[in-house]
């Protein structure tokens, strides 16, 4: 079975430039969430979707940053302007509800470089 | 959430079976205990969850102590690729996504 596929796998970009980062969640999970990993902060939970609808989005740093999940396949994270500081791991995960939705299948991340 | 420890780092020889424990004294009744890995390089990995009862599943199995003050997960036969970092977390359900990796235990699986 597929697990979250997230695109793309490594960008590197230059300061000011806006960031798009992708993912499909598993087939069937209606829970979508994003994360951040740091070596200073450690993993960070930036926001999830339940059904397609944001349901807690207070771990977004800042307006910098916007995520999307138009259908039950595909969700975006988007940064603009991006900033050397935004460089990290970003991972997007998905899980089932009920009493499933802890048990989270993360994606293999994107790793982001701001320059 | 209530607060885990773990040891640092641990090693085990690779085909024999890997007893990673946890501390969590402070877990309260509505916790669940869960542990995910993280391989070097690679996304974070669901292995198991419990409330109360013993769990077992393909990857591994947890053990938690009467008291729940404790837990011990078990990888029966350990192999190199699961050298990584192992982390608990005890969780509410409600707390939706809500993983807090601490330090984790370091397991060095050796030939």
């Known amino acids: 079975d597929a697990g979250v596929i997230q695109s793309p796998r490594h960008e590197v970009t230059e300061m000011g430039q806006e960031v798009t980062l992708r993912c499909k969640p598993i087939?069937?999970?209606?829970?979508l969430f994003w994360y951040r990993q740091t070596m200073m902060r450690g993993l960070e939970l930036l926001i999830y979707f339940n059904n397609n609808v944001p349901i807690d989005d207070s771990g977004m740093p800042e307006d910098r940053f916007s995520a999307k999940m138009p259908n039950a396949s595909f969700s975006t994270l988007k940064i603009q302007p991006s900033e050397p500081r935004d460089s990290a791991v970003y991972f997007c995960a998905s899980s089932l509800s009920s009493g499933l939705r802890n048990t989270i299948y993360f994606g293999e991340g994107s790793w982001l470089t701001v320059v | 959430d209530a607060k885990t420890t773990q040891p640092t780092s641990m090693d085990c020889a690779e085909g024999r079976a890997a007893n990673l424990p946890c501390n969590h004294s402070t877990i309260s009744g509505n916790e669940y205990v869960y542990w995910y890995r993280q391989i070097h390089s690679q996304g974070p990995q669901y292995i198991i969850h419990?409330?109360?009862n013993n769990e077992t599943n393909e990857m591994a199995s947890l053990i938690i102590t009467e008291d729940r003050k404790s837990s011990t997960l078990i990888l029966p036969h350990a192999t190199l690729r699961d050298t990584a970092v192992y982390y608990c977390?005890?969780?509410?359900?409600?707390?939706?996504?809500?993983?807090?990796f601490g330090q984790g235990t370091t397991l060095q699986v050796k030939p």
């Open positions: 087939s069937g999970h209606d829970y």
């Open positions: 419990g409330l109360k």
């Open positions: 977390i005890v969780l509410r359900s409600s707390n939706t996504g809500k993983l807090i």
